[in-house]
Nanobody, 120 residues
Framework: QVQLVESGGGLVQPGGSLRLSCAVS???????IGWFRQAPGKEREGLSC????????YYAGSVKGRFTMSRDNARNTVYLQMVNLKSEDTAVYYC??????????????WGQGTQVTVSS
């Protein structure tokens, strides 16, 4: 079955860096996979996605240049490297995948989330 398990969240100071990991299983290469976050009182926000259709890598404008998504197929892990963290980056971060392979729809499988807190 499809499983996604995030890790690597924690407390960091503004300007700091953090790398999130998502261990994946049961996910063929044609599934899209991406990172999302949700802050209290805010809508869920898509951050980055790798398309299963064409392999395209996409970033939200709010994090482009600061966050980098990568995938290590040998280790069945995807990463989100975050640098220059800001207080507004505080959120629960999720990895998710979609069997249709697109980055334009709400994913149908989600991890449990990992908390990232950037102190002021």
């Amino acid at each position: 079955q499809v499983q996604l398990v995030e890790s690597g969240g924690g407390l960091v100071q503004p300007g700091g860096s953090l790398r999130l990991s998502c261990a994946v299983s049961g996910i063929p290469d044609y599934f899209a996979i991406g990172w999302f976050r949700q802050a209290p009182g805010k809508e869920r926000e898509g951050l980055s996605c790798i398309s299963g259709k064409d392999g395209g890598l996409y970033y939200a404008g709010s994090v482009k240049g600061r966050f980098t998504m990568s995938r290590d197929n040998a280790r069945n892990t995807v990463y989100l490297q975050m640098v220059n963290l800001k207080s507004e980056d505080t959120a629960v971060y999720y990895c998710a995948t979609d069997h249709r392979g697109t980055c334009t729809r709400e994913p149908d499988y989600w991890g449990q989330g990992t908390q990232v807190t950037v102190s002021s």
